[in-house]
């Protein structure tokens, strides 16, 4: 196996960022449509949760493909965030969306099915003792449900560092700039001779993953025994 | 049955090249199988059924090749290509000299794409890939469909691809087509395995790549064929 | 306290319709299972909506439908217990104790933490797990929790039901005396004429969706006696305790009890049910009975089975029960004079 | 039925020792919370496994260390009646009775469904969801789940415990004529000494992963008179009843018994507490109470608080309590004729 | 939008068939995995559990990859199953492969949840009552899962529609043998105004997922009314 390059390196650190960033920034939203799915009974429940899982079911590939068609210049929202000078596409902003959106399912199911536990009276208690329902959502219902908050966030994280699709059509495949650890892969495999290359990117892959993985497990046993 | 693993930038030619030959071979039953250069590589090196090897990167060939996969002598170029910049319509004429003038340039990686690596050829020539390098003002691509793509959707100024992927574009036009001194000739090898060579009609299909009807199908799909 | 409530809900199969008004402090609601008890708790406490009427409270109108009223859970000060405590897990005894009191201004904090906390005997608890509690544990620290958000009334849902016959009596001195020391005015639910008894002074009687019948506690379970084989609990306030061997000796009012010394000697409340009361024309002789107390015939009641007779034992008072025929062997009747007789084992404390 | 057991387990902070033999079919296990009751029958069903010891059922061996015998629960063929019932919720109550039933061969299924089903009135319930069932119904459907897969023996851990007052005592009779019908031996777990009384013969008296005491559960009854306050419950046979308008009469053994008429007479098993029960020295004059029976005193015993007498009333046994002091002045000793007084009120049926 | 052609409905009929027995095949083996991770103690849970969720962390090119080389005439697994004339790669058993080993971390993760929250009393309930333990197995714990289990199964399903990255590199694309939807769109975005019939088939994706979540949902609401 050959060592790392100072360019793996680099990809290695975008992956960390990108996966991290996305999760961080998932977790808000996912969690409101979690509570959405779960708690509320809007008409067309049903319809948000397809949406949801969309992501899952299309290949990676075609949800980049319409992620560049929504976010590109001439997609309707990209030009809208261009009038603001915020460009998505080949930049690391796309490889965080790529991600986000998506790891977005196996986040939301988990909060959802957390939230699903959830005995409402707790909520009730909490309400009749003077809480507003930010002051219960932030002292109640998200401590009740952290275990399963924090497995869905390690199952995206984990997700996020191995996107590919999605990202390599968003965001490009640019050394440095929008180059994680797949995409650096992939480079690899497609050039002859650079499989020795590629398994020492995978393997940190792997162990990354394993790593949060295994620290998911023992926040929750912790959670657990509380 | 003739297993073919076929680069998927030939995948209309191919269809076409085997609906000619089964018109002539009608007993014969042709297997395509589309994907990137580099995957279906490893899948023969995997032991996958494959009778000819058609590959859009001589370097894959040469894996191959090295590996005995391929029987040596039977690999040879059966088309060639000519690189292009597609972009959308504009009132300046533009040549490689004033790339520089665009904002975003797209090209498929050069380490791991072979247009993307003819274009860089080009670019160095011409003098300008590292300056437009420096400014951060190439897009690379993961193939040269995705450089298509982006050109296509107005994502970049402007995208070198080869002239025959051109054609898929819907609204961007060939703005220029690359000098063919500034690069490598583009080259499009076909190979046996050793399965194929002992496979008749394998063989056969191996020399209707070089019969007149099949150097007219490549020229309508806008290869230049071999002489 | 002032509630007044005129309040309708329709569920699948049920609808409740309640309309009524209270004053006293010590208020409850007593109906079978499927009476509608949570449903009405729950639109006081603004867990839910109902389909039309108003609800006020002392001088703030907690739900007008009429006039598009309806404050929120969090800003009617009516506190809840639950019946499973459903103390938030999470958090520490202590968490739960001031979560309640941390959400009101501090002007408005009108229970003094400490004082609540040593009442209900639960400083040791302070830094617990939740989970590591007894079931009669859990119920005290969510009264207190309650209790601290400062609520202008207290709901408390059967809060008693739960837990077993012995852990029930532990509980309830508990509940009186945070009650009595601290005078929140209070709701209790329940379905148990037993617990109604103890806790309240009035209650509304519910039945199918609606309040069937109101009346002090006393009428009621007055008018059930005999129920279920139930009888009366007579409560007693008992002082001075005398330590007389095996006996203990205890004042009521000014009539000396006899009790057995099963623990330590001191003032309190006992129960002496009806059931354990028995009537003489004269005063009996040779009898184990410790407790012989001659009385006067106040009145007597007619219930299903049994006549209700109440005494009156040198000014405290004190019902019994005797079936009709008895009536006129004794020569019960208002005036009249008999002799009260019980074991000493009969009076059991209360707390 | 023969039961030896001689056991070791032991948990983190706690261990169970426990070596007894049992022969009656009607057994018990008497202890407080945490005194490993729980543990000991998971061992007994094959839920969890002995560090050491020996567990034999009549002539089976169920588990030896030594010898590497550990019969899986399966196999042990001993039923158990968990304290939350347990039905399985994606079934009918009909699938859940006949579960155990329909694992066990042919020949060996010796009870017969429609009989148990019409002795535990569950005919109505069999095509039910169990989640539709009252908590008196679950655990009628449990015990005959557990009864329905033919157990040599059934162990019943606090069944009763999870139900409130009234339905427990609905649901006792229903055990005790199952187990009188069918004649199945089986090991009662609990903490209650009423329930104990009234299902069991023999109790083993567990405290701290020991056994304490095994004695007789009428001997451990007696002991704990005066406990709690509880009393003595003594329970009564009563047959032939007549009515007498407003009262009942009904025959105990030859000693004619007064009661209220709260119920449609018919004979049964009642209730009377020691601490209900009056000692006159004669025959009292102009009372309330109904029932006046000349005894003879069989013997005395003390207790922690009180004095237990044990009286024979035209053969029949009665146990009453009274204080140390009317041992004297009542010349109660063995031999001695005193006069048993109580209310008809104080009689209640049990079922 | 165009119609579709003859071969997209034969990619469509080879993408429901290979996701049908790519999520019947993997049903018993991540039922028992989840059971592994879920209700016993075995040492290992957690290299178990890493294992279990590579193929959701590695770019599925990379799973597939990956795959070839353990299923393909060379690899160890492929050589010895080569020995009894079956092969993997280029076929259908391919594509269904791909799918199963892509889909499996969904499927298992749902069913452990809905392991994890079963009462053991019931499993103790039926013991006593003299069932073993696959009768225990059959009769109470599958049934009292069947949510979870449901939940898991049409996630696996979606999840196969969609998978393209593995599939393509295992089974390879060869029309009418192994071209599933996701593949047949992919050859479509190559083709000059293949735009359309890409199109077209997305929607078919899609709408066959939502069919599927939505026939899963009902099928849960009826499961939980019971
Ligand atoms: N959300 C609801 N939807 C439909 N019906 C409801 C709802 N809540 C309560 N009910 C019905 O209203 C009736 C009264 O229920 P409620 O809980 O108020 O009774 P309760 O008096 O508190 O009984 P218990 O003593 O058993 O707690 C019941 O028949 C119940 O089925
Ligand atoms: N699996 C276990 N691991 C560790 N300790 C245990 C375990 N099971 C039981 N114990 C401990 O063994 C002791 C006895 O528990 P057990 O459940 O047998 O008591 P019990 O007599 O049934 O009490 P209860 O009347 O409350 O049911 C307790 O202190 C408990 O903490
Ligand atoms: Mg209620
Ligand atoms: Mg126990």
Redesign the interface.
Do not use: D, F, H
């Given at each position: 196996m050959s060592p790392l390059s100072p360019e793996d390196l680099l990809a290695i650190r975008l992956s960390l960022q990108v996966a991290l960033t996305a999760t961080v920034l998932a977790l808000p939203v996912g969690f409101a449509v979690a509570y959405l799915l779960a708690l509320t009974n809007v008409r067309g429940k049903a319809v948000l949760e397809g949406i949801v899982n969309l992501p899952l079911v299309l290949p990676p590939v075609v949800t980049g493909y319409l992620l560049l068609l929504l976010l590109g210049r001439n997609g309707w929202l990209g030009h809208f965030l261009g009038l603001f000078d915020i460009r998505i596409i080949f930049t690391l902003r796309g490889a965080v969306i790529a991600s986000a959106v998506v790891g977005f399912p196996l986040l939301v199911r988990s909060i959802r099915i957390g939230l699903e536990g959830i005995d409402k009276q707790y909520i009730q208690a909490s309400r009749t003792l003077g809480a507003k329902w930010w002051d219960t959502l932030f002292t109640i219902t998200i401590p009740l449900c952290s275990r399963a908050i924090l497995a869905g966030t390690t199952l995206m994280f984990a997700r996020s560092l191995g996107e590919f699709g999605a990202t390599i059509v968003l965001a490009g495949n640019m050394p440095g700039v929008t180059q994680t650890i797949p995409l650096a892969i992939y480079q690899y495999t497609s050039t002859p001779g650079g499989d020795s290359m590629a398994l020492s990117l995978c393997l940190v892959s792997i162990v990354l993953s394993f790593a949060v993985l295994l620290i998911g497990e023992a926040a929750n046993r912790k959670l657990s025994r509380r | 049955t003739i297993?073919l693993s076929v680069a998927?930038?030939m995948?209309?030619a191919f269809n076409e090249l085997i609906a000619g030959f089964s018109t002539a071979h009608p007993d014969a039953v042709l297997?395509?199988?589309?994907?990137?250069s580099?995957?279906l590589?490893?899948?023969i090196?995997?032991?996958?059924?494959a009778d000819i090897y058609v590959s859009a990167n001589p370097?894959?060939m040469?894996?191959l090749l090295e590996k005995g996969l391929i029987v040596k002598g039977t690999d040879r170029i059966f088309a060639y290509n000519k690189l292009v910049f597609i972009g959308e319509k504009r009132s300046a004429d533009l040549s490689l000299d004033n790339l520089v003038s665009l904002e975003?340039i797209?090209l498929g990686?050069p380490?791991?794409?072979p247009a993307g690596q003819y274009a860089k050829q080009a670019m160095e020539h011409a003098g300008i890939y590292a300056k437009l390098e420096q400014e951060?003002k190439?897009?690379?691509?993961?193939d040269v469909?995705?450089a298509l793509?982006?050109a296509d959707?107005?994502?970049v100024d402007g995208a070198f691809v080869y002239r025959t992927d051109a054609?898929?574009a819907?609204t961007a036009k060939i703005l220029f087509t690359v000098p063919d001194d500034l690069y490598d000739r583009v080259q499009y090898p076909v190979g046996l395995t050793t399965t194929g060579t002992k496979n008749d009609q394998a063989q056969a299909f191996y020399d209707y790549l070089n019969s007149p009807e099949a150097i007219t199908i490549l020229t309508n799909y806008g290869f230049e064929p071999i002489h | 306290m002032f509630l007044h409530v005129d309040v309708e809900k329709k569920f699948e199969g049920f609808q409740c319709r309640v309309d009524f008004s209270l004053q006293s402090e010590k208020c409850g609601v007593f109906g079978p299972s499927g009476s509608g008890k949570t449903t009405l708790m729950h639109m006081l406490a603004g867990l839910l909506q109902p389909d039309r009427g108003i609800i006020k409270l002392n001088d703030m109108t907690l739900f007008d439908r009429e006039a598009g009223i309806n404050l929120p859970a969090e800003a009617r000060r009516v506190g809840v217990v639950f019946q499973h405590a459903h103390l938030f897990p999470h958090m520490s005894v202590k968490k739960n104790l001031f979560y309640g009191l941390n959400r009101i201004p501090v002007q408005q904090r009108n229970i003094d933490p400490e004082h609540l906390i040593s009442v209900l005997q639960v400083e040791n608890l302070l830094n617990r797990s939740v989970a590591k509690l007894s079931g009669g544990e859990r119920q005290r620290v969510a009264l207190g929790r309650t209790i601290l958000a400062c609520p202008h009334l207290i709901l408390l849902d059967e809060p008693l039901s739960g837990l077993d016959g012995m852990l029930k009596y532990q509980i309830i001195p508990h509940l009186r005396r945070v009650f009595a020391e601290f005078s929140i005015p209070m709701l209790f639910i329940s379905h148990s004429l037993e617990e109604m008894r103890l806790m309240t002074e009035e209650v509304l009687v519910m039945n199918n969706g609606l309040i069937e019948n109101q009346m002090s506690t006393e009428e009621l379970a007055r008018t059930k006696l005999g129920c279920g084989g139930r009888g009366y609990t007579n409560i007693l306030r008992l002082e001075s305790p005398e330590d007389l061997g095996k006996l203990l000796s205890y004042r009521w009012g000014d009539v000396p009890l006899m009790l057995v010394k099963t623990e330590k000697p001191a003032a309190g409340e006992f129960a002496l049910n009806s059931r354990d009361i028995l009537l003489f024309k004269k005063h009996p002789e040779a009898t184990s009975a410790r407790n012989m107390l001659p009385c006067i015939v106040r009145k007597t009641y007619q219930t299903d089975w049994l006549v209700g007779v109440e005494l009156d034992c040198q000014g405290n008072t004190i019902i019994t029960e005797i079936v009709p025929q008895s009536l006129d062997e004794l020569d019960v009747r208002p005036g009249s004079e008999v002799v009260a007789v019980f074991k000493a084992s009969a009076i059991q404390r209360l707390y």
């Open positions: - | 297993n998927a930038s995948t209309n297997q395509p199988n589309y994907a990137s580099g995957s590589a490893k899948q090196e995997q032991g996958a059924p370097k894959w040469k894996y975003r797209a990686s380490q791991s794409v951060r190439l897009i690379m691509a993961k469909r995705q793509l982006y959707r107005g994502e054609r898929l819907t | -």
